[in-house]
């Protein structure tokens, strides 16, 4: 149903406004908030798009079926989609004016160091206590905390910053809502929201040119000439003839002598 309720939006959107190019999940939303006639912050929007875990109330919608459509048709369609979300999941709490407000970084650590200080300021080490006691696997020592306070914004661990950002609120004494909706704006802030799945890009067919294979041509058989087979002299013959001949000429120049 929400993957329903999406695409509808989006239809409805491309119909208002007709020129629009390629259109994402990651950029609906903001185009939405952006018509003129819908009052409604980016965070509540994506829950309106997309009510995958909470619903938004059917007023969220209703205003922004108004701004896109006068089909009674379509309203129909939505409220009866919306009732059936309802009784599955749980409401959706817009986030309270000063979350709302965080548009970067800077904004964003602001806010938390504002809670650390409500209503009297928290000392790093009882911070980094009270994370422990609340989930010691997600939580950073004092020495890592106190580093972590005073940097441009939270380190990437999402576990851990949950876990900072509960311990915050209940120190400020706000709901647990609030922590759901920093949270969801630490995340946004730094691109950790969900992507749609990339597409496999398609293989285009290499045709390679190659040469026709042809079966090598047989060799002729080639028959050698066979040189004649000539006897040899026994060496051991060649040598007791060659010892004979010295020693008779051995004998003849003792004779002479």
């Not at 239809?11 to 208002?16: N, P």
Request: charged residues 30%; negative net charge; contains cysteine.
């Amino acid at each position: 149903m929400a993957t329903a309720i999406y695409h509808r939006f989006e239809a409805l959107y491309r119909e208002r406004y007709p020129d629009t190019g390629s259109v994402t999940e990651e950029n609906l939303a903001a185009l939405m908030v952006g018509v003129p006639e819908i009052d409604l912050d980016i965070d509540t929007m994506k829950v309106v798009l997309r009510p995958e875990s909470r619903v938004a109330a059917w007023s969220r919608y209703a205003s922004t079926l108004r701004a896109l459509t006068d089909d009674d048709d379509t309203v129909i369609w939505f409220k009866d989609i919306h009732g059936q979300l309802a009784e599955l999941l749980p409401a959706w709490t817009p986030p309270p004016r000063d979350i709302a407000a965080i548009t970067d970084d800077a904004e964003f650590m602001a806010t938390i160091r504002r809670l650390r200080d409500t209503p009297r300021r928290i000392a790093v080490a009882e911070l980094a206590r009270r994370m422990s006691d609340r989930n010691r696997k997600n939580s950073w020592a004092r020495t890592q905390l106190g580093e972590n306070l005073e940097k441009e914004t939270l380190p990437d661990k999402p576990d851990h910053v949950r876990n900072l950002l509960e311990t915050l609120c209940d120190h400020a004494g706000r709901p647990p809502a609030d922590a759901d909706h920093l949270y969801d704006t630490w995340r946004r802030l730094r691109g950790l929201e969900r992507k749609p799945p990339l597409q496999p890009h398609e293989q285009r067919e290499v045709v390679t040119a190659s040469m026709p294979v042809v079966d090598p041509q047989p060799e002729p058989d080639i028959t050698l000439p066979v040189a004649p087979i000539v006897p040899r002299w026994p060496l051991a013959r060649t040598l007791l003839i060659l010892g004979l001949v010295a020693f008779a000429i051995i004998i003849v120049i003792i004779a002479v002598m």
